[in-house]
Protein backbone atom coordinates (compact mmCIF):
# COMPACT_ATOMS: atom_id res chain seq x y z
CA UNK A 1 0.00 0.00 0.00
CA UNK A 2 1.28 3.60 -0.84
CA UNK A 3 2.33 5.54 2.04
CA UNK A 4 0.27 9.17 2.49
CA UNK A 5 2.72 12.28 2.40
CA UNK A 6 2.32 12.19 6.63
CA UNK A 7 3.39 9.08 6.90
CA UNK A 8 6.56 9.48 5.37
CA UNK A 9 7.09 12.49 7.02
CA UNK A 10 7.26 10.63 9.84
CA UNK A 11 9.24 8.01 8.95
CA UNK A 12 11.97 10.49 8.72
CA UNK A 13 12.72 10.19 12.40
CA UNK A 14 12.27 6.95 12.93
CA UNK A 15 15.13 3.86 13.54
CA UNK A 16 15.74 2.05 10.60
CA UNK A 17 17.28 -1.08 12.21
CA UNK A 18 16.80 -1.06 16.10
CA UNK A 19 19.37 -3.85 17.12
CA UNK A 20 22.29 -1.51 15.16
CA UNK A 21 20.86 1.59 16.62
CA UNK A 22 21.73 -0.02 20.24
CA UNK A 23 25.43 -1.46 18.80
CA UNK A 24 25.75 2.00 17.89
CA UNK A 25 25.00 4.22 20.90
CA UNK A 26 27.37 1.40 22.95
CA UNK A 27 29.84 2.44 20.77
CA UNK A 28 28.82 6.21 21.14
CA UNK A 29 28.97 5.60 24.94
CA UNK A 30 32.56 4.17 24.84
CA UNK A 31 33.64 7.02 22.19
CA UNK A 32 32.58 9.66 24.68
CA UNK A 33 34.26 7.82 27.62
CA UNK A 34 37.62 8.34 25.70
CA UNK A 35 37.05 11.99 24.71
CA UNK A 36 36.53 12.79 28.41
CA UNK A 37 39.40 10.56 29.43
CA UNK A 38 41.88 12.34 26.92
CA UNK A 39 40.26 15.72 27.73
CA UNK A 40 41.16 15.17 31.64
CA UNK A 41 44.50 13.78 30.80
CA UNK A 42 45.49 16.90 29.12
CA UNK A 43 44.08 19.40 31.53
CA UNK A 44 46.44 17.40 34.14
CA UNK A 45 49.14 18.14 32.03
CA UNK A 46 51.76 20.67 33.87
CA UNK A 47 51.34 24.59 32.31
CA UNK A 48 47.63 23.19 30.84
CA UNK A 49 45.91 25.62 33.90
CA UNK A 50 46.20 29.34 33.86
CA UNK A 51 44.06 32.25 34.53
CA UNK A 52 40.90 31.45 36.10
CA UNK A 53 39.01 34.21 33.87
CA UNK A 54 41.84 35.45 31.14
CA UNK A 55 39.27 36.98 28.77
CA UNK A 56 38.29 39.45 31.96
CA UNK A 57 34.75 37.85 31.83
CA UNK A 58 33.58 37.87 34.70
CA UNK A 59 34.00 41.54 36.13
CA UNK A 60 31.94 42.82 33.29
CA UNK A 61 29.13 40.92 33.68
CA UNK A 62 29.45 41.70 38.00
CA UNK A 63 29.36 45.43 36.71
CA UNK A 64 26.08 44.33 34.89
CA UNK A 65 24.60 42.67 37.94
CA UNK A 66 25.11 45.56 39.94
CA UNK A 67 23.31 47.96 37.38
CA UNK A 68 20.39 45.63 37.18
CA UNK A 69 20.27 45.13 40.89
CA UNK A 70 19.99 49.02 41.08
CA UNK A 71 16.81 49.00 39.21
CA UNK A 72 15.01 46.26 40.08
CA UNK A 73 11.78 48.07 38.14
CA UNK A 74 13.69 47.82 34.45
CA UNK A 75 14.68 44.55 34.92
CA UNK A 76 11.24 42.86 36.05
CA UNK A 77 9.76 44.89 32.90
CA UNK A 78 11.90 42.65 30.60
CA UNK A 79 10.91 39.60 32.67
CA UNK A 80 7.22 40.77 31.62
CA UNK A 81 8.12 41.49 28.01
CA UNK A 82 9.73 37.88 27.63
CA UNK A 83 6.42 36.21 29.19
CA UNK A 84 4.76 38.30 26.95
CA UNK A 85 6.29 37.02 23.59
CA UNK A 86 6.28 33.56 24.49
CA UNK A 87 2.74 33.93 25.89
CA UNK A 88 2.00 35.33 22.06
CA UNK A 89 4.30 32.50 20.46
CA UNK A 90 2.23 29.64 22.29
CA UNK A 91 -0.87 31.30 20.95
CA UNK A 92 0.50 30.94 17.36
CA UNK A 93 1.55 28.01 17.47
CA UNK A 94 -2.05 26.41 18.92
CA UNK A 95 -3.29 28.39 16.17
CA UNK A 96 -1.57 26.24 13.69
CA UNK A 97 -1.95 23.09 15.18
CA UNK A 98 -5.82 24.04 14.36
CA UNK A 99 -5.22 24.06 11.82
CA UNK A 100 -5.05 28.32 10.71
CA UNK A 101 -2.56 29.75 8.71
CA UNK A 102 -0.35 32.60 11.16
CA UNK A 103 2.56 34.58 10.57
CA UNK A 104 5.81 33.90 12.85
CA UNK A 105 6.00 36.13 15.91
CA UNK A 106 10.06 35.63 15.15
CA UNK A 107 12.24 35.04 12.36
CA UNK A 108 15.99 34.82 11.73
CA UNK A 109 17.59 37.55 10.70
CA UNK A 110 18.67 37.90 6.74
CA UNK A 111 21.34 35.90 6.55
CA UNK A 112 21.44 33.73 9.22
CA UNK A 113 22.12 30.07 7.66
CA UNK A 114 21.25 28.38 10.34
CA UNK A 115 17.76 27.25 9.92
CA UNK A 116 17.85 26.60 6.21
CA UNK A 117 16.35 22.92 6.78
CA UNK A 118 13.24 23.37 6.26
CA UNK A 119 11.43 20.86 8.89
CA UNK A 120 12.12 24.20 11.06
CA UNK A 121 9.48 25.97 8.99
CA UNK A 122 7.27 23.37 7.85
CA UNK A 123 6.96 20.99 11.87
CA UNK A 124 5.61 23.05 14.22
CA UNK A 125 7.52 21.56 17.27
CA UNK A 126 10.59 22.54 15.35
CA UNK A 127 9.42 26.14 14.36
CA UNK A 128 7.93 26.61 17.78
CA UNK A 129 11.61 25.63 19.27
CA UNK A 130 13.10 27.58 16.62
CA UNK A 131 11.49 30.86 17.07
CA UNK A 132 11.55 30.49 21.15
CA UNK A 133 15.08 30.56 20.84
CA UNK A 134 14.99 33.47 18.30
CA UNK A 135 12.42 35.57 20.97
CA UNK A 136 14.69 34.39 24.04
CA UNK A 137 18.23 35.19 22.09
CA UNK A 138 16.51 39.21 21.16
CA UNK A 139 15.36 39.82 24.87
CA UNK A 140 18.72 38.72 26.12
CA UNK A 141 20.64 40.50 23.79
CA UNK A 142 17.74 43.67 24.23
CA UNK A 143 17.85 43.25 27.82
CA UNK A 144 21.66 43.82 28.43
CA UNK A 145 22.17 46.57 26.05
CA UNK A 146 19.25 48.87 27.55
CA UNK A 147 21.06 49.30 31.46
CA UNK A 148 22.49 52.10 32.55
CA UNK A 149 25.95 53.01 33.25
CA UNK A 150 27.99 50.95 31.70
CA UNK A 151 31.51 52.05 30.58
CA UNK A 152 31.84 51.57 26.92
CA UNK A 153 34.61 48.87 27.61
CA UNK A 154 32.10 46.56 29.68
CA UNK A 155 29.08 47.65 27.61
CA UNK A 156 31.27 46.30 24.57
CA UNK A 157 32.50 43.50 26.70
CA UNK A 158 29.04 42.54 28.03
CA UNK A 159 27.29 42.80 24.01
CA UNK A 160 29.70 40.26 22.51
CA UNK A 161 29.59 37.84 25.21
CA UNK A 162 25.95 37.73 25.33
CA UNK A 163 25.84 37.21 21.70
CA UNK A 164 28.60 34.66 22.14
CA UNK A 165 26.16 32.99 24.67
CA UNK A 166 23.11 32.89 22.67
CA UNK A 167 24.51 31.35 19.32
CA UNK A 168 25.77 28.64 21.72
CA UNK A 169 22.94 28.22 22.86
CA UNK A 170 21.04 27.66 19.19
CA UNK A 171 18.79 24.62 19.27
CA UNK A 172 20.84 24.11 15.77
CA UNK A 173 23.48 22.85 18.32
CA UNK A 174 21.53 20.21 19.96
CA UNK A 175 20.87 16.69 18.65
CA UNK A 176 17.41 16.05 19.65
CA UNK A 177 16.55 19.96 18.81
CA UNK A 178 17.90 20.11 15.17
CA UNK A 179 16.05 18.19 12.57
CA UNK A 180 18.57 17.54 10.33
CA UNK A 181 20.89 16.09 12.92
CA UNK A 182 18.11 13.93 14.46
CA UNK A 183 17.14 12.38 10.82
CA UNK A 184 20.41 11.40 10.18
CA UNK A 185 21.25 9.52 13.48
CA UNK A 186 18.27 7.98 13.33
CA UNK A 187 18.51 7.07 9.69
CA UNK A 188 22.12 6.36 9.38
CA UNK A 189 21.17 4.53 13.22
CA UNK A 190 23.42 5.96 14.92
CA UNK A 191 26.63 5.88 12.98
CA UNK A 192 26.71 9.44 12.15
CA UNK A 193 27.10 10.47 16.35
CA UNK A 194 30.10 7.32 16.06
CA UNK A 195 31.61 9.39 12.99
CA UNK A 196 31.30 12.41 14.88
CA UNK A 197 32.69 11.28 17.86
CA UNK A 198 35.71 10.10 16.34
CA UNK A 199 36.04 13.23 14.57
CA UNK A 200 36.14 15.40 17.96
CA UNK A 201 38.26 12.81 19.33
CA UNK A 202 41.21 13.43 16.59
CA UNK A 203 40.19 17.11 16.95
CA UNK A 204 40.63 16.68 20.56
CA UNK A 205 43.98 15.03 20.30
CA UNK A 206 45.50 17.37 17.38
CA UNK A 207 45.10 20.14 19.91
CA UNK A 208 46.69 18.67 23.01
CA UNK A 209 43.59 18.80 24.83
CA UNK A 210 41.94 21.43 23.19
CA UNK A 211 39.60 21.22 20.62
CA UNK A 212 41.25 22.40 17.52
CA UNK A 213 38.42 22.01 14.72
CA UNK A 214 38.87 20.94 11.20
CA UNK A 215 37.40 23.54 8.79
CA UNK A 216 38.67 21.58 5.78
CA UNK A 217 40.19 18.50 4.34
CA UNK A 218 43.87 19.61 4.55
CA UNK A 219 45.32 16.59 3.00
CA UNK A 220 44.23 18.40 0.05
CA UNK A 221 45.86 21.32 -0.61
CA UNK A 222 49.57 21.60 -0.79
CA UNK A 223 51.31 24.72 -1.22
CA UNK A 224 53.84 25.60 -3.76
CA UNK A 225 51.77 22.45 -5.99
CA UNK A 226 47.95 23.45 -6.42
CA UNK A 227 48.10 27.16 -4.24
CA UNK A 228 50.65 29.76 -4.43
CA UNK A 229 51.73 28.63 -7.70
CA UNK A 230 52.12 31.55 -9.63
CA UNK A 231 55.58 31.34 -10.75
CA UNK A 232 58.55 33.70 -9.18
CA UNK A 233 61.94 33.50 -7.17
CA UNK A 234 62.80 34.20 -3.49
CA UNK A 235 65.35 37.42 -4.38
CA UNK A 236 66.19 38.42 -0.63
CA UNK A 237 65.91 37.03 2.84
CA UNK A 238 66.33 38.09 6.31
CA UNK A 239 65.25 37.10 10.32
CA UNK A 240 61.88 38.26 9.55
CA UNK A 241 60.77 37.88 5.74
CA UNK A 242 61.63 36.37 2.58
CA UNK A 243 61.02 39.08 -0.53
CA UNK A 244 59.27 37.35 -3.40
CA UNK A 245 59.78 38.83 -7.40
CA UNK A 246 57.21 37.34 -9.58
CA UNK A 247 57.62 36.69 -13.32
CA UNK A 248 56.43 39.07 -16.02
CA UNK A 249 53.30 37.99 -17.94
CA UNK A 250 53.89 40.82 -20.35
CA UNK A 251 56.55 41.57 -22.95
CA UNK A 252 56.44 45.11 -21.27
CA UNK A 253 55.81 46.43 -17.49
CA UNK A 254 55.19 49.64 -15.92
CA UNK A 255 58.68 50.90 -14.70
CA UNK A 256 57.77 51.77 -11.47
CA UNK A 257 57.87 48.16 -9.22
CA UNK A 258 54.50 47.63 -6.65
CA UNK A 259 55.99 46.15 -3.74
CA UNK A 260 52.95 44.58 -0.95
CA UNK A 261 53.24 43.74 2.51
CA UNK A 262 50.74 41.18 4.04
CA UNK A 263 49.35 40.14 7.26
CA UNK A 264 51.21 37.89 8.89
CA UNK A 265 48.60 37.16 11.40
CA UNK A 266 48.39 34.74 8.52
CA UNK A 267 50.12 34.24 5.32
CA UNK A 268 50.96 36.05 2.05
CA UNK A 269 49.09 33.30 -0.35
CA UNK A 270 45.51 34.85 0.49
CA UNK A 271 46.79 37.18 -2.41
CA UNK A 272 47.46 33.91 -4.81
CA UNK A 273 44.98 30.86 -3.49
CA UNK A 274 43.99 29.83 -6.99
CA UNK A 275 45.04 30.86 -10.37
CA UNK A 276 41.34 32.34 -11.29
CA UNK A 277 41.76 34.17 -7.77
CA UNK A 278 45.20 35.11 -7.63
CA UNK A 279 45.57 38.60 -7.10
CA UNK A 280 49.29 37.93 -7.70
CA UNK A 281 48.81 36.62 -11.26
CA UNK A 282 46.04 39.49 -12.24
CA UNK A 283 48.34 42.19 -11.05
CA UNK A 284 51.25 40.77 -13.10
CA UNK A 285 49.02 40.38 -16.20
CA UNK A 286 48.17 44.16 -16.09
CA UNK A 287 51.65 45.26 -16.57
CA UNK A 288 53.08 45.28 -12.92
CA UNK A 289 56.21 43.85 -11.69
CA UNK A 290 54.87 42.50 -8.40
CA UNK A 291 57.19 41.99 -4.97
CA UNK A 292 55.77 40.22 -1.97
CA UNK A 293 57.14 40.06 0.94
CA UNK A 294 56.09 36.44 3.21
CA UNK A 295 56.84 36.89 6.44
CA UNK A 296 58.12 34.19 8.84
CA UNK A 297 56.39 32.00 11.03
CA UNK A 298 58.16 33.26 14.07
CA UNK A 299 59.77 31.27 16.67
CA UNK A 300 60.77 31.40 20.40
CA UNK A 301 63.92 32.77 19.24
CA UNK A 302 62.43 36.23 17.58
CA UNK A 303 60.08 36.80 20.72
CA UNK A 304 61.95 40.02 21.02
CA UNK A 305 61.38 41.59 17.37
CA UNK A 306 59.83 44.82 17.92
CA UNK A 307 57.20 46.61 15.72
CA UNK A 308 60.00 48.71 14.66
CA UNK A 309 61.66 46.03 13.53
CA UNK A 310 58.96 45.00 10.93
CA UNK A 311 59.03 48.41 9.88
CA UNK A 312 63.04 48.37 9.12
CA UNK A 313 63.57 44.56 8.63
CA UNK A 314 60.26 44.47 6.67
CA UNK A 315 59.28 47.14 5.20
CA UNK A 316 62.50 49.30 4.61
CA UNK A 317 64.88 46.33 3.87
CA UNK A 318 62.08 45.28 1.15
CA UNK A 319 61.99 48.84 -0.12
CA UNK A 320 65.90 48.75 -0.26
CA UNK A 321 66.23 44.93 -1.91
CA UNK A 322 63.36 45.89 -4.60
CA UNK A 323 66.14 48.73 -5.93
CA UNK A 324 68.97 46.03 -5.72
CA UNK A 325 66.82 43.65 -7.90
CA UNK A 326 65.41 46.65 -10.38
CA UNK A 327 68.01 49.48 -10.64
CA UNK A 328 64.21 51.87 -9.75
CA UNK A 329 64.45 53.60 -6.40
CA UNK A 330 60.72 54.57 -6.26
CA UNK A 331 58.11 52.19 -5.78
CA UNK A 332 54.09 52.10 -5.17
CA UNK A 333 53.21 50.33 -2.23
CA UNK A 334 50.23 47.67 -0.89
CA UNK A 335 49.96 47.28 2.88
CA UNK A 336 47.00 44.33 3.98
CA UNK A 337 45.30 44.70 7.39
CA UNK A 338 48.32 44.44 9.81
CA UNK A 339 50.66 45.20 7.35
CA UNK A 340 48.91 47.96 6.63
CA UNK A 341 48.73 49.45 9.61
CA UNK A 342 52.36 49.04 9.56
CA UNK A 343 53.01 50.66 6.09
CA UNK A 344 51.19 53.73 7.42
CA UNK A 345 53.51 53.82 10.11
CA UNK A 346 56.70 53.75 8.39
CA UNK A 347 55.48 56.07 5.97
CA UNK A 348 54.73 58.29 9.01
CA UNK A 349 58.61 57.69 9.93
CA UNK A 350 59.49 58.15 6.32
CA UNK A 351 58.09 61.78 5.73
CA UNK A 352 59.65 62.35 9.23
CA UNK A 353 63.24 61.20 7.66
CA UNK A 354 62.56 62.64 4.09
CA UNK A 355 62.74 59.27 2.96
CA UNK A 356 60.12 59.34 -0.52
CA UNK A 357 61.26 56.22 -1.77
CA UNK A 358 57.23 55.23 -1.74
CA UNK A 359 54.95 57.01 -4.32
CA UNK A 360 51.69 55.63 -3.75
CA UNK A 361 50.30 53.10 -0.89
CA UNK A 362 47.32 51.29 -1.42
CA UNK A 363 45.53 49.51 2.10
CA UNK A 364 43.53 46.63 1.96
CA UNK A 365 41.31 46.66 4.82
CA UNK A 366 43.88 48.65 7.12
CA UNK A 367 43.10 50.87 10.25
CA UNK A 368 44.78 53.99 11.11
CA UNK A 369 42.66 54.80 13.40
CA UNK A 370 41.54 52.58 16.14
CA UNK A 371 39.04 54.26 17.98
CA UNK A 372 36.17 52.43 16.29
CA UNK A 373 37.66 48.84 15.79
CA UNK A 374 35.07 46.72 15.58
CA UNK A 375 34.73 43.89 18.14
CA UNK A 376 38.51 42.89 18.57
CA UNK A 377 38.56 45.52 20.74
CA UNK A 378 36.55 43.12 23.64
CA UNK A 379 39.93 41.40 23.99
CA UNK A 380 41.61 44.58 24.14
CA UNK A 381 41.62 45.82 28.06
CA UNK A 382 44.32 46.30 30.54
CA UNK A 383 43.77 42.89 32.09
CA UNK A 384 43.79 40.52 29.26
CA UNK A 385 46.51 42.37 27.92
CA UNK A 386 48.59 41.37 30.98
CA UNK A 387 47.24 37.83 30.96
CA UNK A 388 47.93 37.54 27.15
CA UNK A 389 52.04 38.72 28.19
CA UNK A 390 51.83 35.98 30.76
CA UNK A 391 50.98 33.47 28.17
CA UNK A 392 53.05 34.38 25.76
CA UNK A 393 56.11 34.11 28.67
CA UNK A 394 55.22 30.43 29.62
CA UNK A 395 55.01 30.02 26.21
CA UNK A 396 58.78 31.34 25.35
CA UNK A 397 57.58 34.50 23.91
CA UNK A 398 55.21 33.69 21.38
CA UNK A 399 51.33 33.45 20.70
CA UNK A 400 50.52 30.11 19.02
CA UNK A 401 48.46 30.17 15.77
CA UNK A 402 45.80 27.98 17.59
CA UNK A 403 44.89 31.51 19.97
CA UNK A 404 44.86 33.74 17.26
CA UNK A 405 42.64 31.48 15.53
CA UNK A 406 40.46 30.78 17.99
CA UNK A 407 40.17 34.79 18.81
CA UNK A 408 39.20 35.47 15.36
CA UNK A 409 37.08 32.75 14.82
CA UNK A 410 35.20 33.88 17.99
CA UNK A 411 33.60 37.27 15.63
CA UNK A 412 31.99 34.99 13.51
CA UNK A 413 31.25 31.95 15.51
CA UNK A 414 28.05 30.42 13.96
CA UNK A 415 30.03 30.69 10.03
CA UNK A 416 33.55 29.27 12.23
CA UNK A 417 32.76 27.27 14.65
CA UNK A 418 28.99 26.11 15.28
CA UNK A 419 29.05 25.29 11.85
CA UNK A 420 31.63 23.08 11.62
CA UNK A 421 30.81 21.62 15.12
CA UNK A 422 27.30 20.41 13.73
CA UNK A 423 28.91 19.17 10.21
CA UNK A 424 32.01 17.39 12.03
CA UNK A 425 30.38 16.26 14.98
CA UNK A 426 27.19 16.12 14.78
CA UNK A 427 26.26 14.80 12.02
CA UNK A 428 29.86 12.87 11.53
CA UNK A 429 30.60 14.44 7.90
CA UNK A 430 34.03 14.73 6.75
CA UNK A 431 35.55 18.20 6.09
CA UNK A 432 35.15 19.72 2.97
CA UNK A 433 37.92 20.38 1.02
CA UNK A 434 38.02 24.60 0.59
CA UNK A 435 41.53 26.46 -0.30
CA UNK A 436 40.23 29.63 1.91
CA UNK A 437 40.07 27.54 4.86
CA UNK A 438 42.93 25.37 4.46
CA UNK A 439 44.34 29.48 4.66
CA UNK A 440 42.76 30.29 7.51
CA UNK A 441 43.98 27.27 9.19
CA UNK A 442 47.30 27.45 7.98
CA UNK A 443 48.37 29.39 11.59
CA UNK A 444 51.24 31.92 12.46
CA UNK A 445 52.59 32.72 15.50
CA UNK A 446 53.10 36.38 17.19
CA UNK A 447 56.46 37.47 18.63
CA UNK A 448 55.72 38.90 22.12
CA UNK A 449 56.92 42.58 21.49
CA UNK A 450 55.62 43.16 18.17
CA UNK A 451 52.15 41.91 19.36
CA UNK A 452 51.69 43.90 22.50
CA UNK A 453 52.85 46.66 20.92
CA UNK A 454 50.50 46.69 18.08
CA UNK A 455 47.47 46.08 20.68
CA UNK A 456 48.52 48.69 22.99
CA UNK A 457 49.47 51.53 20.99
CA UNK A 458 47.13 50.62 18.09
CA UNK A 459 43.98 49.04 19.73
CA UNK A 460 43.83 50.12 23.30
CA UNK A 461 45.44 53.88 23.34
CA UNK A 462 45.23 54.80 19.47
CA UNK A 463 48.40 56.56 19.32
CA UNK A 464 48.87 56.21 15.57
CA UNK A 465 45.93 57.99 14.89
CA UNK A 466 46.73 60.76 17.48
CA UNK A 467 49.85 61.56 16.58
CA UNK A 468 51.63 59.95 19.45
CA UNK A 469 53.36 56.92 18.49
CA UNK A 470 57.42 56.74 18.34
CA UNK A 471 59.07 54.29 16.61
CA UNK A 472 63.11 54.67 15.24
CA UNK A 473 62.90 57.86 17.43
CA UNK A 474 60.64 59.89 15.55
CA UNK A 475 56.95 60.90 16.54
CA UNK A 476 55.05 60.00 13.91
CA UNK A 477 52.44 61.99 12.64
CA UNK A 478 50.01 60.53 9.14
CA UNK A 479 49.21 64.44 8.33
CA UNK A 480 52.97 64.37 6.93
CA UNK A 481 52.54 61.67 4.53
CA UNK A 482 51.10 63.61 1.32
CA UNK A 483 51.25 61.08 -1.15
CA UNK A 484 48.17 59.55 -3.15
CA UNK A 485 46.25 57.11 -1.30
CA UNK A 486 43.62 54.23 -1.95
CA UNK A 487 41.49 52.99 0.81
CA UNK A 488 40.27 49.68 0.61
CA UNK A 489 37.49 48.80 2.76
CA UNK A 490 34.93 45.78 2.82
CA UNK A 491 30.80 46.39 3.75
CA UNK A 492 30.64 43.13 6.03
CA UNK A 493 34.44 43.76 7.58
CA UNK A 494 33.97 42.47 11.03
CA UNK A 495 37.61 42.54 11.73
CA UNK A 496 38.41 46.17 10.04
CA UNK A 497 34.79 47.48 9.69
CA UNK A 498 34.64 50.47 7.12
CA UNK A 499 34.22 52.95 9.15
CA UNK A 500 36.79 52.57 10.96
CA UNK A 501 38.84 52.33 7.76
CA UNK A 502 37.40 55.56 6.56
CA UNK A 503 39.00 57.16 9.33
CA UNK A 504 41.73 57.43 7.41
CA UNK A 505 40.93 59.96 5.30
CA UNK A 506 40.88 62.74 7.76
CA UNK A 507 44.47 61.40 8.99
CA UNK A 508 46.56 61.79 5.86
CA UNK A 509 47.84 64.89 4.05
CA UNK A 510 47.62 64.02 0.67
CA UNK A 511 44.97 62.95 -2.07
CA UNK A 512 42.87 60.24 -0.60
CA UNK A 513 40.38 57.97 -2.54
CA UNK A 514 37.90 55.64 -0.56
CA UNK A 515 36.23 52.64 -2.15
CA UNK A 516 33.87 49.97 -0.06
CA UNK A 517 33.27 46.98 -1.78
CA UNK A 518 30.99 44.61 -1.23
CA UNK A 519 31.03 41.04 1.26
CA UNK A 520 34.17 40.68 4.14
CA UNK A 521 37.55 41.45 5.13
CA UNK A 522 38.72 38.07 2.78
CA UNK A 523 36.28 37.94 -0.44
CA UNK A 524 35.77 41.77 -0.41
CA UNK A 525 39.44 41.63 -1.19
CA UNK A 526 39.98 38.75 -2.95
CA UNK A 527 37.95 39.38 -5.41
CA UNK A 528 38.95 38.29 -9.48
CA UNK A 529 37.28 40.37 -11.89
CA UNK A 530 36.37 37.14 -14.17
CA UNK A 531 33.89 35.91 -11.37
CA UNK A 532 31.76 39.06 -11.62
CA UNK A 533 30.61 38.46 -7.63
CA UNK A 534 29.51 41.34 -5.49
CA UNK A 535 29.51 44.62 -6.11
CA UNK A 536 31.91 48.29 -5.02
CA UNK A 537 30.95 51.82 -4.48
CA UNK A 538 32.81 55.21 -4.94
CA UNK A 539 32.52 58.87 -4.43
CA UNK A 540 34.90 61.30 -4.98
CA UNK A 541 34.43 63.31 -1.65
CA UNK A 542 35.62 62.33 1.11
CA UNK A 543 33.09 64.44 3.81
CA UNK A 544 34.17 63.90 7.44
CA UNK A 545 31.41 61.30 8.33
CA UNK A 546 31.72 58.18 6.38
CA UNK A 547 27.53 57.61 6.57
CA UNK A 548 27.46 60.82 4.24
CA UNK A 549 30.21 59.03 1.62
CA UNK A 550 27.83 56.48 1.82
CA UNK A 551 24.75 58.54 0.84
CA UNK A 552 26.62 59.70 -2.04
CA UNK A 553 28.17 56.90 -3.23
CA UNK A 554 27.80 55.08 -6.48
CA UNK A 555 27.00 51.41 -6.84
CA UNK A 556 28.97 49.71 -9.31
CA UNK A 557 28.54 46.08 -10.13
CA UNK A 558 31.74 43.39 -9.43
CA UNK A 559 34.99 43.23 -8.14
CA UNK A 560 36.74 46.69 -7.47
CA UNK A 561 40.60 45.31 -9.08
CA UNK A 562 40.27 47.90 -12.62
CA UNK A 563 39.06 50.44 -10.62
CA UNK A 564 42.09 50.34 -8.39
CA UNK A 565 44.04 49.40 -11.62
CA UNK A 566 42.65 52.66 -13.37
CA UNK A 567 44.33 54.76 -10.13
CA UNK A 568 47.81 53.14 -10.25
CA UNK A 569 48.58 52.80 -13.91
CA UNK A 570 49.30 56.37 -13.76
CA UNK A 571 51.49 56.78 -11.41
CA UNK A 572 53.35 53.82 -12.44
CA UNK A 573 55.88 55.45 -14.90
CA UNK A 574 56.41 54.44 -18.32
CA UNK A 575 56.36 51.05 -19.91
CA UNK A 576 59.76 49.07 -20.61
CA UNK A 577 61.11 45.70 -21.27
CA UNK A 578 59.93 43.19 -19.00
CA UNK A 579 61.60 42.38 -16.00
CA UNK A 580 62.80 38.50 -14.61
CA UNK A 581 63.89 37.50 -11.53
CA UNK A 582 67.80 37.78 -10.77
CA UNK A 583 68.17 40.38 -13.83
CA UNK A 584 69.79 43.21 -11.42
CA UNK A 585 71.94 42.26 -8.65
CA UNK A 586 70.13 40.16 -6.57
CA UNK A 587 70.02 36.37 -7.63
CA UNK A 588 67.01 34.03 -6.91
CA UNK A 589 67.72 31.77 -3.33
CA UNK A 590 65.03 29.61 -4.53
CA UNK A 591 61.69 29.52 -6.33
CA UNK A 592 58.39 30.88 -5.12
CA UNK A 593 56.31 30.50 -2.73
CA UNK A 594 59.83 30.36 -0.91
CA UNK A 595 60.34 27.95 2.16
CA UNK A 596 59.12 30.37 4.98
CA UNK A 597 55.36 30.24 3.95
CA UNK A 598 56.28 26.14 4.22
CA UNK A 599 56.75 26.62 8.13
CA UNK A 600 53.30 25.27 10.43
CA UNK A 601 52.80 26.71 13.77
Given at each position: MTKSPNEHQENRYQVTDPVEFGRNMVRVAGKSREILSEFLEAQAKPGSGGTSDPLNVGSAFLDLLKQFSADPARLMQAQLNLWQAQTQLWQSTWKRFLGEDVTPVAAPERG???????????????????????LTAKWMQDTVG?????????????????KQFADALSPTNFVLTNPEVLRTALHSNGESLVHGLDNLLEDLKRGGGS???????????????????SPGKVVFQNDLMQLIQYDARTDEVFERPLLIFPPWINKFYILDLRQDNSFIKWATEQGYTVFVVSWVNPDQSLGDKSFENYMTEGVLAAVDAVEQATGVAE?????????????????????ATKDSRIKSATFFAAQMDFSEAGDLQVFIDDEQLDALEELMDAEGGVLSGAKMASTFNMLRSNDLIWS??????MLGKEPFPFDLLYWNSDTTRMPKAMHLFYLRECYRHNRLAKGEMVMGGKTLN???????????????????????????TQLFGGKVKFLMAGS??????????????????????????????????????????????RWLKPKSGKKVPARLPGDGKLKPIEDAPGSYVMVKS
Amino acid sequence: MTKSPNEHQENRYQVTDPVEFGRNMVRVAGKSREILSEFLEAQAKPGSGGTSDPLNVGSAFLDLLKQFSADPARLMQAQLNLWQAQTQLWQSTWKRFLGEDVTPVAAPERGDKRFRDTDWAEKAVFDFIKQSYLLTAKWMQDTVGDVDGLDADTRRKVDFYTKQFADALSPTNFVLTNPEVLRTALHSNGESLVHGLDNLLEDLKRGGGSIEISQTDEDQFQVGENIAISPGKVVFQNDLMQLIQYDARTDEVFERPLLIFPPWINKFYILDLRQDNSFIKWATEQGYTVFVVSWVNPDQSLGDKSFENYMTEGVLAAVDAVEQATGVAEVNAIGYCIGGTLLGSTLAYMAATKDSRIKSATFFAAQMDFSEAGDLQVFIDDEQLDALEELMDAEGGVLSGAKMASTFNMLRSNDLIWSFVIKNYMLGKEPFPFDLLYWNSDTTRMPKAMHLFYLRECYRHNRLAKGEMVMGGKTLNLADVKIPIYLQSSQGDHIAPYNSVYKATQLFGGKVKFLMAGSGHIAGVINHPDAKKYQHWTNAKTPTDVEDWVAGATEHAGSWWPDWHRWLKPKSGKKVPARLPGDGKLKPIEDAPGSYVMVKS
